[in-house]
């Protein structure tokens, strides 16, 4: 993949759902200048994600998955982010599975974010308030969110980075996903820029170090 080092890294992100994440990554990326979201791939038609990619003027794909095997759905999802030049993808509430000859043409340029922090409470099925539930369900006292590569499985790729946030006596799911998300929010884009750093300057990434942030000090438009 031939790729200009002076121009924003182009990226794209892939989601199901209604895109928060993506949002995130779109607001951020004019501050940071490191990466451009060019592409917005999602499985559903209907997805949150889809409108916001049109709002702010980028590129979309709709990838079906019904009756087709997972190298053909590789092989569409390739042909399309070479045509774009697409060197990073930023998974963001993505619930399908990166075919295999996607995850081997892209190694350590895809990106998921995850709503715990891994290893625990993640894998098939784990997303959402499932992810939450758990949670709770086990008592801990600290949850987070973590930024990790994608292999062939859910949520087994090595971790990039992981931010820990609190769990407080009396929170039920809406408040522990309210205050993982917004987390969610500054870490996901500060990763990707973090990433997209180390691609300019031909390097690998070193370990992503997470600032100290007062959870409480973040605008309500930052959640
Ligand atoms: C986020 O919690 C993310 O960690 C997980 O899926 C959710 C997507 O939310 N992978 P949104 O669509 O970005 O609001």
């Not at 892209?106 to 625990?120: F, G, S, V």
């Not at 949850?143 to 009396?170: F, K, N, R, S």
């Not at 205050?179 to 300057?201: F, G, M």
Request: proline share 6%; charged share 20%.
């Amino acid at each position: 993949m031939k790729f200009d080092s002076s121009v924003p890294v182009p990226i794209a992100v892939f989601a199901s759902g209604g895109g928060t994440n993506l949002q995130a990554l779109l607001d951020h990326e004019q501050t940071s200048g490191l990466y451009k979201v060019t592409t917005v791939v999602s499985d559903r038609k209907e997805a949150g994600a889809l409108r916001r990619a049109s709002v702010a003027n980028r590129n979309t794909l709709v990838i079906s998955n019904q009756g087709r095997s997972q190298d053909e759905i590789g092989e569409e999802i390739i042909r399309h982010l070479s045509s774009w030049d697409i060197q990073v993808i930023a998974l963001a509430g993505y619930l399908r599975l990166i075919p295999s000859i996607v995850v081997h043409a892209y190694p350590k340029r895809i990106l998921n974010i995850h709503p715990a922090l891994l290893p625990d409470f993640g894998g098939e099925g784990m997303y959402g308030d499932r992810v939450h539930q758990a949670v709770l369900n086990v008592g801990v006292e600290v949850t987070g969110a973590t930024v990790h590569y994608v292999d062939e499985e859910y949520d087994t790729g090595a971790i990039l980075a992981q931010w820990p946030v609190p769990v407080l006596p009396g929170d039920d799911i809406k408040a522990i996903s309210a205050r993982v998300l917004k987390i969610e929010h500054l870490l996901y884009p500060a990763v990707t820029d973090h990433v997209c750093r180390a691609i300019k300057e031909g390097i690998e990434p070193e370990p992503f170090i997470v600032p100290s942030v007062d959870l409480e000090s973040i605008s309500d438009d930052e959640k």
